[in-house]
């Protein structure tokens, strides 16, 4: 095993108890809020669009350009993590969502459904969401002792998924008496407030890369292929990168093909979309509360792949059967597999990874498996547009079981990929 390969065991916090941690719930409580309001524009965004439009190709554009954005990000997302203050740097990235998503409700009450709008709008946000997302995951071993990460990332993953139960069914309300706008100017606010809790926490100073050289051309260039160096030399972190590319590519415009789904084909209204992907979210809590139990009782491999076999075949049952109950359980084990397979792999990263390398590791993580993600959500729903929900469903749920059979012949199918 390589140097890099070598998992870092960092010094950290003392181990006290997750709630006596004052930085950590302050955290915690910041993101739920954020989380709750990103929960909205999840449902009002691509109800918003498809409002205005009538088009599922049109959401797949929305969602494709957004995508574009956070790979772009990518590139340099995990150099500034890694250079800049991380408490600084989120805090700016909360303000300019803010400011962001605030300018759709103003543009729509002033100069109306001006669609074209969006289309800057969420590629600035996706941009700035990426690197807010990469400072959270590297502020995490920050914030607790290495023992912990799991749980931690475990709590703020329900938190994330009780604000994604009560968010949609809210925005679908919203939505469907204020219209979808109402439900953005809720999201952006949420954003303020995420800000003012991160002004209040303090996060331990990552350890320097005492082997950097000084800043100029060739240490941004080399700051670009560290993480990417550090993913492929490390074989799990590289096989794990290597599967979610194509779940990526398959699921990014899975969110909206069910609502597109539910609203067209199953002629519900927005009330009964916003409750369903609520309802679904309870799968998400579910996964949070009883994922490091099953790690400890599964291992890292068999957790990470069981998780994605019942994502694929929830898939395909939602294509073969024409009916609400089914979408919904079928979103309901989707938001678990999810959810269990997005934990494990956090936690992963940031155990296996040194401090000083895990703003770029995460960034290069995100960029790899998100690069095709765009040109997925684009071809899923432009099919969907031509054939119907149900083929490309069924079509998407089996592919998602050959990425389990093909996770099977790499080093993610070890019990012990992931030590502790």
Known sequence: MTQAETPVRRPGPTAAPLLR??????????????????????VAMPLLVLHATGSVAQMGLITGVAGAGTVATGLFAGILVDRYDRRRLMITCDVARLLLYGAVPVVWWIAGELVWVLYPIMAMAAVFQMVFDVGCSAAVPSLVAREQ????????????????????????????????????????LTFGVSAAGLLMIRLRPAVPDTAAPAAGPRSVWRDLVVGLRFLWRTPVLRAITLLYTPVTFLSLGLVDVFIYYVRHDLGQGDRVVGTLLGAASTGAIVAALVTPAARRRLGFGPAWLTAYLACGVA????????????VLVAATVFAFGETMAGISSASLRQTVTPDHLLGRVTSAFWMVHHAFGPLGALV???????TGVRGPLVAVGVLFVVIVCAGLATPVRSRHAVPG
């Open 21 to 42: 941690n004052r930085d950590f719930l302050v955290f915690w409580a910041a993101q739920a809020l954020s989380a709750l309001g990103s929960s909205f524009s999840l």
């Open 149 to 188: 990460i799991t749980s931690a990332n475990s709590r703020l993953e329900a938190t994330y998924a009780i604000g994604f139960v009560l968010g949609p069914m809210a925005a679908g309300l919203v939505a469907s008496l204020l219209g979808p706008v109402t439900a953005v100017t809720f999201d952006a």
């Open 315 to 326: 898939i395909a049952a939602a294509g073969f059967v024409f009916h609400l109950a089914v």
């Open 380 to 386: 899923l729903t432009a099919v969907v547009a031509r």
